[in-house]
């Protein structure tokens, strides 16, 4: 696929994500400082700093140096927060060059869309089809990656869980 199909695509999901995420806010949920925080074994104190220092902005101003580019955070929050840092971090990933693949933030989303089978983030319908239509551009940025059994596999059973959760809101 050429360059300017790929910024068209990208652009396209950007804008389909921030229809999809309108009105997401981290309020009261936690945030990524916090989160570090509980996971440290903070105490009372280090955890009310670490809110207070939070970004608490909308997520697509939420700075890019501020994101941890690792997962294990996400275990330590709530739904308000998973659903909110999930859309950071999806903004963030298409921001990245699609000439370059799949980018370090991308890779970090894929890893919290296959981690949400065990968080069980409370989504909306169109917010799952965002999720689907991120994974399948996975597909599209990925197409040696996806030539493998294994890669292949892996990335269809994230669509899949995700395809089932918004079957699921349907019924």
Known sequence: MNSPDLFEQQAQL?????????GVVLGDGT???EADVIDDYG???????????????????????????????????????YTYHLAVYLWHALQEDPQQGLGDVGWLVFDLLDFARIQQPQMTASQIQMILKFTEWIEVLEPERMQHEDFRAEVRRVWAHWAEQLEGLSR
């Open 14 to 22: 950007r804008l389909q994500m921030h229809h999809a995420f309108e």
């Open 31 to 33: 945030g990524l400082g």
């Open 43 to 81: 105490t009372a104190e280090e955890r009310r700093l670490a809110r207070f220092r939070d970004f608490q902005g909308p997520w697509w101003e939420h700075p890019r140096d501020r994101l941890r580019m690792y997962t294990s955070v996400f275990c330590f929050m709530d739904a308000a927060g």
